[in-house]
């Protein structure tokens, strides 16, 4: 065990754990966050992305000790219900959601994407969002949503 020192959604949190424990786990077992959420522990689906100093990043697969010292930011700390993030205002106008179990890792790995290239085309967002799993089959509503957070962003 050891301190380790988090920066999450801009509040400061030290934790006694095992420095190689997951990312995830400090966030969702320690602090009771819920936004990043546990789909395949294999960084594979995506469920779990944070961003980890601007990069989307696979919380499941994370050691917690290496994020000491840099910024995470969740679900919840990209943007507020007054003042969404562009992406998550674009997820919401375009009904994106069905079970909304995957819909964190979609916004975080978006959010990144248009913050590198607030242009990107098609085919830059379909790279971009490559990996990501929905179960429910909405990835022509993320598709449609992405595209409106990035002319939102690009105007």
């Not at 050891?2 to 077992?29: I, Q």
């Not at 978006?110 to 990835?139: S, V």
Request: proline residues 5%; contains cysteine; positive net charge.
């Amino acid at each position: 065990m050891a301190l380790v020192t988090l920066m999450v959604d801009g509040a400061s949190h030290t934790l006694d754990v095992e420095p190689d424990m997951p990312l995830l786990y400090a966030l969702r077992d320690h602090l009771g966050l819920r936004n990043p959420r546990f789909g395949c522990g294999l960084a594979q689906c995506g469920a779990c992305t944070v961003h980890v100093n601007g990069k989307a990043t696979r919380s499941c697969a994370f050691p917690v000790g290496e994020a000491q010292g840099k910024k995470v930011v969740t679900l919840a700390g990209l943007g507020t219900p007054e003042k969404p993030h562009p992406v998550q205002k674009a997820f919401v106008d375009e009904q994106v959601s069905q079970c909304g179990y995957c819909v964190n890792g979609w916004i975080m790995t978006a959010a990144e994407l248009l913050a590198k290239n607030p242009k990107a085309d098609d085919k830059q967002i379909r790279e971009g969002l490559a990996g990501l799993k929905c179960r429910c089959g909405t990835h022509m509503a993320i598709i449609r949503a992405v595209k409106r957070a990035a002319r939102e962003m690009s105007a």
